[in-house]
Every structure is written in structure tokens, then in C-alpha cells.
């Protein structure tokens, strides 16, 4: 089976493409995904797992946002061929604040608009066009609206705010918490989500949309999470009290994985502890980083 991840040399990619040991497409290994003639190798490949994305909310870039994630996407779509599978991560964060609406977010919570930035918003549109590409042209299609996926850092990317606070935690540096630390998460360790692309590839199943996460037993209130860090590690965090973030929307979010499991057999393997633990690499690793911009540091990628 030939896989091939979009965005293999990023936070998430770099991991996932190692589980499945495929090929990368991403502009470090000389493709882009806004090159029709790029998006042609595609079709040599049995599985496509698109994670590739401009990842901002900043409104001065949402015409780059909707270009990358929806016209990028969308170049990928016309060149899968019939019956090989096509993976897409979405976010969480198309619910926006109709999530606060459920202890357990399933996959009927409503994504009309209420103030998405284009990031959530390019997602959704995107989704659309999985659903009508896998159907003109008869290949198989999962959408996975991500939860706080996260993973070791490897040099030169940028992690998400469970990898900033690792990160953090080991350089010493203050975290500024949303919402005093009381906003609730469930995260999802990166192997877990590769195990999730293989469950679908496995199936029988012609398309899906699903949430995936750690669920509710792998969901961690923020501060809970410092704390939980804190006593892996063995290193205490710098709260910075003077200069909170405010509160996310949603304030709380945890998926609801019924029908991931129902449809694919598929759930957490890692555990939240055995995959915070994994974040605390040597040093070393961490010196050669990118920094994250801190308006980032907090829902500021797809997981």
C-alpha cells in the first residue's frame, strides 16, 4: 500500500508519515499544494492523508487561508483515482460555539457560521468539497475533525499549545493560561490518529465524517494539564498571572468518539500520561524549534 501525507514534514505529518512509512508531499520536500502540476502524484498513491494547511487566524491572511486550505484541497481531490482512500483533517473548531452545548461534542452539532476565523471556516468549505470529489469520481473519503492532536517535537515545526506548554515547561518560560486554566480539552496522542487513517483504510467504508480525539478519558483541564506535566517531567511551570488570555470559544470541548468506534472499531491506544510523558525529550531538541507566534499559542492549529 502506497501512502503519501501532505504536510509530512510538519508537527503532525513528520509522525504520521513515519507510522506509515510514506512519501511526503510539502513544500520541505519540493511540493506545494497551489501546483496543479504537483497535485498530479496523487494518483500513483493507494492512500492520501492531507494534513497539509495554512494554519492563522489572523484576518489580514484569510485570503492566503482560503487558498491554500480550499483551492490547495482541492487541487489534491481531482487527481485521486477511483477506489484509492483520501483522508482529510478538519478541525474541531467548524462547531465553534454550538460546542458548548454538549458535555460530549458529537458529529451532529451544528457548524453554522458564529465567528469562525477563515481557518475553521476554509475547513468546512474544504469538507465539501471531499464529499463532492470522492463522489464524481468514486473514491473513498474520512474526514476527521481533530482534537488537540498532539506529538514529540522535531526540529524546525511548530506544535500546538499542548507542545508549547511541553516546550515552555522545559525552557523555564511563562505560559499564559486561557480562561484562568479552567477551559476543559481532551487531547489525542499522534499515533492514535495514525491508527485512526489506517482503521479507515482497513474498512469497507465509502466515506465518514468523524470526531476524533482522546475523548472523555483522556480530557484535562489546562491547568490540570500543567500540573499533570509538572509531575511528569519533574519541572515546575511559570504561570504568568499577570497577562492571562481570554477565554477560548468553546470553553470546554470533548469529542464524542461513538461513531468513530461504532464505524471503524477504532479508539485511544495512548494513554494521556504515557503521551504527555513523551513530550519531554532531551534538551537538545528543543533549542532549534520554531517559535510560536503567541497569538497561536492557545487553538491556534487544526488539532
Not at 509522525?15 to 496543479?36: E, M, P, Q, Y
Not at 517535537?153 to 506548554?165: I, Q, R, Y
Not at 469497507?204 to 500543567?226: C, D, F, K, M
Not at 494521556?272 to 492557545?298: D, K, M, S, W, Y
Request: net charge negative; aromatic share 10%; hydrophobic share 40%.
Amino acid at each position: 500500500m502506497k501512502v503519501l501525507v501532505t504536510g509530512g514534514s510538519g508537527y503532525l505529518g513528520t509522525h504520521v508519515r513515519k507510522f506509515f512509512n510514506a512519501d511526503d508531499f510539502s513544500r520541505s520536500s519540493g511540493s506545494d499544494v497551489l501546483s496543479g502540476y504537483d497535485a498530479q502524484r496523487v494518483t500513483d498513491y493507494d492512500v492520501v492523508i492531507h494534513l497539509a494547511a495554512y494554519l492563522d487566524k489572523d484576518p489580514a491572511n484569510a485570503e492566503a487561508v482560503f487558498l491554500t486550505n480550499v483551492e490547495g484541497t482541492v487541487n489534491l481531490l481531482k487527481n485521486v483515482r477511483k477506489d484509492a482512500v483520501f483522508v482529510f483533517a478538519s478541525t474541531k473548531d467548524v462547531y465553534h460555539r454550538f460546542a458548548d452545548n454538549y458535555s460530549e461534542v458529537p458529529e451532529s452539532c451544528q457548524t453554522l457560521y458564529s465567528g469562525q476565523s477563515a481557518l475553521e471556516w476554509s475547513k468546512l468549505i474544504a469538507e465539501r468539497y471531499v464529499d463532492y470529489y470522492a463522489a464524481q469520481i468514486g473514491f473513498r473519503a474520512c474526514i476527521f475533525r481533530l482534537s488537540n492532536v498532539y506529538a514529540p517535537m522535531t526540529e524546525g515545526t511548530a506544535p500546538n499549545f499542548v507542545g508549547h506548554f511541553a516546550d515552555a515547561i522545559n525552557r523555564g518560560e511563562p505560559i499564559r493560561l486561557p480562561g484562568g486554566g479552567r477551559p476543559r480539552r481532551d487531547l489525542l496522542y499522534v499515533d492514535d490518529l495514525s491508527s485512526a487513517c489506517a482503521a479507515f483504510a482497513d474498512s469497507v467504508i465509502r466515506s465518514g465524517t468523524y470526531n476524533l480525539g482522546g475523548g472523555p478519558q483522556n480530557a484535562l483541564t489546562l491547568i490540570e494539564l500543567v500540573e499533570t506535566m509538572e509531575r511528569l517531567s519533574g519541572l515546575q511551570a511559570v504561570i504568568d498571572r499577570e497577562r492571562p488570555l481570554p477565554a477560548p470559544v468553546p470553553f470546554n470541548y470533548v469529542s464524542d468518539l461513538g461513531l468513530c468506534e461504532y464505524e471503524l472499531g477504532w479508539k485511544p491506544a495512548v494513554d494521556i500520561e504515557t503521551g504527555l510523558a513523551r513530550l519531554f525529550a532531551p534538551t537538545g531538541v528543543h533549542e532549534a524549534v520554531e517559535r510560536v507566534p503567541e497569538q497561536n499559542t492557545f487553538e491556534g492549529a487544526v488539532d
